[in-house]
Nanobody, 127 residues
Framework: HVQLQASGGGLVQTGGSLRLSCAAS???????????MGWFRQAPGKEREFVAT????????HYADSVKGRFTISRDRAKRTVYLQMNSLNPEDTAVYYC?????????????????WGQGTQVTVSS
């Protein structure tokens, strides 16, 4: 059983930065270390949306247009941890952020391609 623990959320002012982390535990060796990982977010009253994804070996990343140039996804396979560096935050970025482990070596913007999900961490950006 794989567990994903997201952390690093909080309250920040417009223009500020946060770094989210997602640590994998459990029977992860053949799962999260060799599979794509992704970040999604869900704002109040809205559907969950894709944010960013990274391949198993970090050679491929993909971002939603709304965060491109401001967010950076990275991973440390040895630590089984994925990061989301968020810069130039604005109130539209306010949401619960979820990390997820893909079923495949490369991530995707489609939530259905992810097998495991973390519990989420709240990010609130004040204006």
């Amino acid at each position: 059983h794989v567990q994903l623990q997201a952390s690093g959320g909080g309250l920040v002012q417009t223009g500020g930065s946060l770094r989210l982390s997602c640590a994998a535990s459990g029977r992860t060796v053949s799962t999260t270390s060799n599979n794509g990982m992704g970040w999604f977010r869900q704002a109040p009253g809205k559907e969950r949306e894709f944010v960013a994804t990274i391949s198993w070996n970090s050679d491929s990343t993909h971002y939603a247009d709304s965060v491109k140039g401001r967010f950076t996804i990275s991973r440390d396979r040895a630590k089984r941890t994925v990061y989301l560096q968020m810069n130039s935050l604005n109130p539209e970025d306010t949401a619960v952020y979820y990390c997820a482990a893909s079923r495949y070596a490369y991530g995707s913007s489609e939530a259905g391609r992810y097998a495991y999900w973390g519990q989420g961490t709240q990010v609130t950006v004040s204006s």
